[in-house]
């Protein structure tokens, strides 16, 4: 019992380092990838590259003060971005970057990593609501109803692959993708079926993931051009420092989530040499496609980003849902 | 015999006793909050707590359930709701009389009392595991012995977002 | 074919909800509506004789489901008949009125064969909220403004109730294990000295007071009643009633065996319901207001035939309840068709009416003295077999008391068929009514007669029904 435990906080501490540094250099990774992307150097003053540019911000946020404006609703306004932080934090409890890293599986992670990315959206109201601001409510309510419209074709997607595998357990989900990437769930062909929407759905999985961690094009919380800084306006120092922690955390999940359901986790594409590294590559090469994503696409409007949802993604998935159960009752 | 803080059922206790604080003082602030959103946090901290024991009563699959419904959707309409209707600060405005605290108080007292002795005084039949709380099993017992609660809920869902429509759907006649 | 009337009524509301989607007629959606209550009656009528258990045993079709899925078809029947225009109901949301109407006469109709607590639960939730969805729906042409404070009130209340029944059921499973009411019935007895058995069994059994107006329960009528449209409102003054009662008949004859404490606390409920109901009924000067008290007040009557917890005094609860939709529906058929806009009608708005539309004056007046329990109508049979159910087992104060509010009631019933006969029309115009309201308003008049003359052969039915279930 009490081994279980400290094995459990450890990988509690180690998630958030792992959270912290990915933050940390994906905001560099951000900014070089912009660079690149705009034909401009990006970071280069602070060690080879900008390499240093991270840690730098890193105390520089945490030595700033931490400003309270006067007439926030003080508690609410102190909890938020702890909230916004602490679920990313425990998602990543459960996620297996190999058959032997994986802090505590439990055999129903995937609904556990749902639960906690729906807490997120809680977090973005009650930052936004908390900070009396305009731009902050009008930022957390799009926000949350991106959250929620976009939440919704995600689940009913994870709940196809979740079909196919016949298990909620993420390491049983890889598992029955192992041996090649021509067993991977992104194919049409799976378990003998011939699905072919599945790549739809992978593709639906992924703009959702885009939509649900707030980034471009579907950044509407934070559009800079019209809400100042969105729901995290107010915030100032190590406040600001969790938000914006927590969203890279939420790119880092999506992405693995993205992986194992879709990409067979840490199995190699060509049945060899299985482990983590797979894993790694496999999340970094989707992180930087969201990175890529958002310097290159314009941002889209709040009402088309819900159309896209609620009369395409839905109805799609919706039939690929109906679809799959279909193929895996007649077969 | 005595059991210890320490012990392994001591510490389960004060784990069960930690989630029934939660969803207790969830609820209080729930009712009490003087701004409609902090009511809605205090209900958040509820379901938390609430989902805390649906945990330590052995059935991880209904917690995680209850947050994903409850905190994911539930709160997060409402306190949609809340914002898109932008209601006044301060609800509490209407007079109330100075004797509806002392009463309010004395019958909350009564009320804990008489559930208290009454699970006191009850012989509460030892606690028996129906069964392993898994998803499979749920799924089982939701298609078997529950299948016509299951498929009534859906027609009670279908209900209500039809009667949600119909209700919203003129706007409000003034 | 056992579950031959809930797939009707299923199949009719998917045939609404194909209507709501398209602009039909008028014409085109009463017609349904009359055909499809029709259809429902003579499917229940067809599967009267049907035994057998569903769904792994939650759902048990015998007699006494079947007698009630009866009651429940025909009342709806009625309901569908009389308030054919919908006059009170927004215009544009007809059709779904109706799919509405029939969700909640699904939910009931379940509810009268369902022998587990979570399909009773869930059944109960359905036909409720059905009915909350309606209230709001009365449309603002009539001059009322508060049809959307009533359904609030309405649902605010109705979730209270339900949270104290979900408390009670938590404790019952606690206490026994299983959520099937044999099961339950089976381990009772042995937990009858349990204080917390006999507290959760109460407040299972307030759920149901809810729906039946049972005196701490009763905070919703009144508004309820005059918030919602007229034909709404008849729907919840008798359908959801007679349901109400055959649960409470499955679960008090469960609660038999748990002595003193239950029966004082029904007696008391009941008392104060007669009392509340009357004395307030007394000042009302608006009919659906006053209605609604009085139904509190007859919801204390059927009380005292459950705490008998004997068959007889069941089956004269099953009896009153039965007369009292009908004196219901009744005086219901006769509001709406005087509200000629699908207004509220204060007393004061009968006047004359014998002179405007007699047949409506004769059937108010047959309603109204049933209502106040004067023979030869069915409730004064009705009084009578209770307060001597009753009496058999020595409640004497409890029926002096009975007796005593049957004297006040009839002040107030007769007030108003005074406002009928002996004032003048006050410049109100003829009432219009049509051939099928005419001659619904005859039968329903016979039948109040008839039941009344000769409650032997129903009485005996329902005698036999309750036997299957005890």
Known sequence: MSLTLINVLAAVIIAIAFVAANAAYLVWAERKGAGFIQRRPGPTENGPWGLLQPPVDGIKLMTKQLLIPGGVDKIIFVIAPVLAMFPSIVSFVTIPFSDTIVAHNINIGLLMIFVFGSMSAMAILMGGWSSRNKYSMISSVRAVSQAVAYEIPMLITAITVVMIAGSLDLMEIVHKQSGGFWHWNIWPFQKGLFNILMPASFLIFFICSLAETNRAPFDLGEAESELVAGYHTEYSSMGFGLFFMGEYANIVIGACLTTILFLGGWDCPFGLFPGVWWFIVKIYILIFTFIWIRWTFPRTTIYSLLNLSWKVLIPISLFNLLLTAGLLKVF | ?174 | MLFLPELTILGAGLLFFLLTLGQPSEATIKNCASAVAAVILFTCVLCVNQTGNLFYGAYRVDLFSQIFKILIAAATLVVFLFGNGLKGIKQDSRPEYYLFLLVSNLGLVMLVSSVELLAIFIALELSSFAVYIMVPMRTTATGIFFQMEAGIKYLLFGVMATGFMLFGMSYIFGLTGTTSLDGIAEQLPILANRPAAVVAMLMILSGFFYKLAIFPFHFWVPDVYEGAANETTAFIAAVPKMAAVALLIRLTSLASHQGEMVLNLLMVCSILSMFYGNLSALVQKDLKRMLGFSGIAHAGFILLGLLTFKLTGYASAVYYIVGYALMNLACFLVICQVAAKGENLGISDLSGLHKRAPILALTLTVALFSLAGIPPFVGFTGKFMLLLGALREDHLLLVTLAAINTAIAIYYYLSVVRMTFCSDSNGLGNVQTGFLANSLSLILVTVIIVMGVAPSWFVALAESAIKTIL
């Not at chain 2, 989630?19 to 509820?46: D, F, K, P, S, W």
């Not at chain 2, 009389?97 to 009392?113: E, H, Q």
């Open chain 2, 1 to 174: 015999m005595m059991k210890t803080l320490f012990s392994a059922d001591g510490l389960v206790g004060l784990l069960f006793l930690f989630n029934l604080i939660v969803t207790v003082v969830g609820g209080i602030v729930a009712c009490n909050a003087e701004r409609l959103v902090r009511a809605v946090i205090g209900l958040v901290v509820c379901f938390v707590g609430v989902a805390g024991i649906y945990f330590f009563l052995n059935s991880p699959f209904i917690a995680m359930m209850h947050i994903l419904i409850y905190i994911g959707a539930v709160a997060v309409a409402i306190s949609f709701a809340i914002m898109l209707a932008a209601p006044e600060e301060k609800m509490r405005t209407g007079p109330t009389s100075p004797l509806s605290g002392p009463i309010g108080l004395i019958s909350t007292l009564l009320l804990i009392s008489g559930l208290v002795s009454l699970a006191l005084k009850t012989e509460w039949t030892s606690v028996t595991k129906i069964n392993d709380g898994s998803v499979k099993t749920i799924g089982i017992q939701l298609l078997t012995n529950h299948s016509m609660v299951f498929e009534l809920i859906s027609i009670v869902l279908l209900l209500a977002i039809l009667g949600a429509l119909v209700i919203a759907r003129g706007g409000r006649e003034e």
